[in-house]
């Protein structure tokens, strides 16, 4: 298919992101800052300063003003420093340690990474409020989302498309290692019947790459499912046991016990370890976790639900099972994080022959 057919069915650019002329511009010419990204975590501010003045750049006397440290909630650096300077300096990586990047920067640039600052010392904020009772069936997952978008972008773009007013604060990106932004975010809908009609239309959704510049930069398509849910509550702090064996089932009888879902479970030939109830007032019903012996079984139990749904007939957009997950907690007194530890990584991506 042609570039043209593809950038037709785009969304059209958001007035208020339309910042800069359609006319393409070479990027040093509209230049306003430039981000050095993989430094030390250990660097600050004024390390960033030494290094820049030691490849013969100068900042002035103004530098503080003029550099932005992305950092954690804790406070720790992310090794992702953006100087505010229209100057085209890239020989100045080469004075950092091996490894580190130099990019340019455009006025839509910086204020992305501005906002991208900013969300990522409120995130823990945002999960909770992601992990709300009354928000459980109104929350979706938007997949393939452009690095470039901010949470205005993919407002715009479901009040476009889906005539569904989200407010900003309601969409959340995932972050990955090195404060980098994810292309996957969560949007809580006004309701679940919006919801539903959102994961319907957002699905290989082409919206322009760069939603600042239009369809100059091509497109990407979005989709959008119920893959992830929230739950935050103290009873389940602990309720994992650091097990990775467990399973989440949702939708079942509000009055319903864990010994009547235990025989449920044994006259559907399940075999779980122990089963623990979470009551969800979404929807008046309840929710339950159980743990099954060794990773194979837990991923035949899934595919089995699987199954269950299926010859229930239920809907696809209707949350049945999924795989429950901690969220990575960094502690100030951690030197290395858990959730960054290679050698800790779950295997449940592993494949399992049945």
């Known amino acids: 298919a042609s570039s043209s057919a593809v950038v037709g069915s785009a969304v059209a650019p958001s007035p208020s992101a339309f910042r800069e002329s359609q006319d393409q511009v070479s990027l040093s010419e509209r230049q306003e800052a430039f981000l050095l990204e993989r ?35 804790l406070g720790v650096s992310l090794g992702r420093a953006l100087v505010a300077s229209a100057a085209h300096v890239p020989h100045v990586a080469h004075a950092c340690p091996p490894g580190a990047t130099y990019r340019p920067m455009d006025r839509y640039d910086v204020e992305s990474f501005v906002e991208q600052c900013e969300r990522f010392v409120n995130l823990s904020d945002d999960l909770r409020r992601l992990a709300r009772p009354e928000h459980f069936h109104r929350i979706i997952t938007i997949n393939e989302v452009p690095s470039s978008y901010g949470r205005r972008d993919v407002a715009f773009v479901i009040k476009e498309r889906c005539g569904v007013v989200v407010e900003p604060r309601d969409v959340v990106f995932r972050f990955k290692r090195w404060g980098r932004q994810a292309d996957t975010c969560y949007v809580i809908c006004p309701t679940e019947k919006e919801a539903d009609h959102c994961v319907a239309m957002i699905q290989e959704l082409a919206v322009p790459k760069k939603a600042a510049y239009g369809n100059l930069f091509g497109a990407t398509f979005l989709w959008s499912s119920r893959a992830t849910l929230f739950l935050c509550h103290p009873d389940l702090d602990f309720a994992l046991y650091g097990s990775k064996f467990w399973v989440f089932t949702t939708g079942w009888q509000e009055d319903m016990r864990v010994d009547e879902f235990m025989q449920v479970l044994h006259q559907m030939q399940f075999r779980p370890l122990r089963a623990l109830r979470h009551p969800i007032a979404a929807d008046s019903s309840s929710a339950f976790f159980f743990e099954c012996e060794g990773m194979e079984r837990t991923k035949k139990a899934m595919m089995r639900l699987r199954r269950l749904k299926h010859r229930w007939r239920m809907k696809k957009e209707t949350p049945f099972f999924a795989y429950p997950r901690r969220i990575d907690v960094h502690r100030a007194c951690e030197d290395a994080y858990e959730d960054e530890d290679s050698a800790a990584d779950s295997d449940v991506d592993e494949p399992i022959h049945y």
């Open 39 to 73: 430094l030390p975590r250990d660097w600050g501010e004024e390390q960033v300063f030494r290094c820049l003045r030691g490849a013969g750049y100068d900042l002035g006397e103004d530098w503080r003003s003029r550099v932005l440290l992305m950092r954690s909630r």
